[in-house]
């Protein structure tokens, strides 16, 4: 072997996750993949493109983000655990499995509002939830967002909680949502969501339920008829990654992935305030039942009974903290 041969493959063997031999004078890239449940068109697809913009830009494209779609939320998140790829951005319905702190953020009508839910994971509540992911094998990077959830189903107007009886619901792989529609007295059927609209399509489950820009990136007007505006759970979506792959980029580089992340965020959480804006009258155009006058306090009052079941394992003083975190003046 000559010694050029055996440079080249020293060079090779020395080469971190994912990155190719340079050519010429040219850098070695970086591949970073980064997986998430929806279109490429779609609040995801936005936050996800625009980390990827500002991290190669940032870097001159030292390292690629590698975008790719993966409909099942847990497997990406085991993944990314594993190290088979770097990151994910996901709901967190899922992940409480993993970090079990997360489910605090499930728990119907804990959020007043939009800002009340982006100030809350903003604020340090955010970071000590984020901080709590080290010890599961993941980085939890920056909070992004689906928006407040929503049911649909193919059966029946819902105009109050009665309604709601005995509709079976696909929820995600989460006790807290399970046990929320268990009190409303509909049947919870978990399942990822790369199972959903088959599930519709053969009447395994009546509806369904997720914020307005998943709806519509998901055409899910074509396989459910009629949509309620319940708002009964703020959904918080989030970047993760691999702990291997953060602790290998130098200082430098981990400021520029994490200004990539916080544009990620900013670009996720403006395209679910756009869809959501619009999204309504879209899904009202392409013939669904949209029920939008829904007393809230109807349905918070029918989840009461079952509060302590919905709220068992969870923390009591965080919840507190949540509910009365007011921004500051």
Same mark, same amino acid.
């Given at each position: 072997?000559? !010694?050029?041969?055996?440079?080249?493959?020293?060079?090779?063997?020395?080469?971190?996750?994912?990155? *190719?031999?340079?050519?010429?004078?040219?850098?070695?890239?970086?591949?970073?993949?980064?997986? +998430?449940?929806?279109? /490429?068109?779609?609040?995801?697809?936005?936050?996800?493109?625009?980390?990827? #913009?500002?991290?190669?830009?940032?870097?001159?494209?030292?390292?690629?983000?590698?975008?790719?779609?993966?409909?099942?939320?847990?497997?990406?998140?085991?993944?990314?655990?594993?190290?088979?790829?770097?990151?994910?951005? *996901?709901?967190?319905?899922?992940?409480?499995?993993?970090?079990?702190?997360?489910?605090?953020?499930?728990?119907?009508?804990?959020?007043?509002?939009?800002?009340?839910?982006?100030? %809350?994971? &903003?604020?340090?509540?955010?970071? #000590? /939830? /984020?901080?709590? !992911?080290?010890?599961?094998?993941?980085?939890?990077?920056?909070?992004?967002?689906?928006?407040?959830? +929503?049911?649909?189903?193919?059966?029946?107007?819902?105009?109050?909680?009665?309604?709601?009886?005995?509709?079976? %619901?696909?929820?995600?792989?989460?006790?807290?949502?399970?046990?929320?529609?268990?009190?409303?007295?509909?049947?919870?059927?978990?399942?990822?969501?790369?199972?959903?609209?088959?599930?519709?399509?053969?009447?395994?489950? &009546?509806?369904?339920?997720?914020?307005?820009?998943?709806?519509?990136?998901?055409?899910?007007?074509?396989?459910?008829?009629?949509?309620?505006?319940?708002? +009964?759970?703020?959904?918080?979506?989030?970047?993760?990654?691999?702990?291997?792959?953060?602790?290998?980029?130098?200082?430098?580089?981990?400021?520029?992935?994490?200004?990539?992340?916080?544009?990620?965020?900013?670009?996720?959480?403006?395209?679910?305030?756009?869809?959501?804006?619009?999204?309504? #009258?879209?899904?009202?155009?392409?013939?669904?039942?949209?029920?939008? @006058? %829904? &007393?809230?306090?109807?349905? @918070?009052?029918?989840?009461?009974?079952?509060?302590?079941?919905?709220?068992?394992? /969870?923390?009591?003083?965080?919840?507190?903290?949540?509910?009365?975190?007011?921004?500051?003046?």
């Amino acid at each position: 072997m000559t !010694f050029t041969r055996r440079l080249a493959l020293a060079a090779a063997l020395a080469l971190p996750f994912g990155a *190719t031999l340079p050519t010429g004078a040219a850098q070695a890239q970086t591949q970073i993949t980064l997986q +998430h449940p929806l279109p /490429l068109n779609s609040h995801y697809g936005a936050g996800a493109t625009a980390f990827k #913009e500002a991290f190669e830009r940032a870097t001159n494209n030292r390292f690629r983000v590698n975008i790719q779609r993966n409909d099942n939320e847990r497997e990406a998140i085991e993944s990314v655990q594993i190290g088979t790829i770097e990151c994910v951005i *996901t709901s967190t319905g899922p992940v409480g499995n993993f970090v079990p702190e997360t489910r605090n953020l499930d728990v119907p009508f804990l959020f007043r509002d939009t800002a009340h839910a982006r100030g %809350v994971l &903003d604020s340090q509540i955010g970071q #000590e /939830l /984020l901080a709590r !992911f080290n010890a599961r094998g993941l980085v939890g990077v920056v909070w992004m967002e689906n928006g407040f959830r +929503h049911l649909t189903n193919s059966r029946r107007e819902v105009n109050a909680p009665a309604d709601v009886r005995g509709l079976k %619901v696909r929820t995600m792989e989460n006790q807290v949502h399970m046990r929320a529609f268990t009190t409303l007295g509909a049947l919870p059927t978990p399942m990822a969501f790369s199972e959903l609209v088959p599930a519709l399509q053969q009447g395994t489950v &009546d509806g369904q339920e997720n914020p307005i820009p998943v709806i519509v990136a998901n055409n899910l007007n074509q396989v459910q008829r009629f949509l309620t505006l319940t708002g +009964h759970v703020y959904s918080p979506a989030v970047l993760i990654c691999n702990p291997a792959m953060v602790g290998r980029l130098n200082a430098a580089d981990r400021a520029a992935f994490t200004e990539a992340a916080r544009a990620g965020a900013a670009a996720n959480r403006a395209r679910v305030t756009a869809d959501e804006q619009t999204g309504v #009258e879209e899904l009202r155009r392409r013939g669904m039942t949209v029920t939008t @006058q %829904v &007393d809230n306090a109807a349905f @918070q009052q029918a989840l009461q009974p079952g509060a302590s079941q919905i709220e068992s394992g /969870l923390d009591q003083a965080l919840l507190r903290r949540i509910r009365e975190w007011r921004p500051a003046s």
